[in-house]
């Protein structure tokens, strides 16, 4: 079972940084994902940055321009870089591992955008 560890939420005002963290237990050697996900209060699941393992790399129309996923698979970690942020981007924000083998979330870490 792998475990995922999120950390770097917190409170910034509208137009602030946060660079969100997840590191995972074990190391796939199959083709994987790993991805952030948010959902705010009274909304669904949505997905917010995605990184395959062949590099391709995909994000919500909403974060373009503002967040930047990268993996460092040394040490088995997804980072989500996030800039300019805006009081829609408050929400938990959710560390994602998808294969063939199934998939994993973490715990959750909040992030609060105040304006």
């Known amino acids: 079972q792998v475990q995922l560890v999120e950390s770097g939420g917190g409170a910034v005002q509208t137009g602030g940084s946060l660079r969100l963290s997840c590191a995972a237990s074990e190391r796939l050697e199959v083709h994987n994902t790993m991805a952030w996900f948010r959902q705010a209060p009274e909304k669904e699941r949505e997905l917010v940055a995605a990184?395959?393992?062949?590099?391709?790399?995909d994000y919500a129309d909403s974060v373009k321009g503002r967040f930047t996923i990268s993996r460092n698979y040394a040490k088995n970690t997804v980072s989500l870089e996030m800039n300019n942020l805006q009081p829609e981007d408050t929400a938990v924000y959710y560390c994602?591992?998808?294969?063939?083998?199934?998939?994993?979330w973490g715990q959750g870490t909040q992030v609060t955008v105040s304006s």
């Open positions: 990184a395959t393992t062949d590099d391709k790399i």
């Open positions: 994602n591992l998808a294969s063939v083998l199934g998939a994993y």
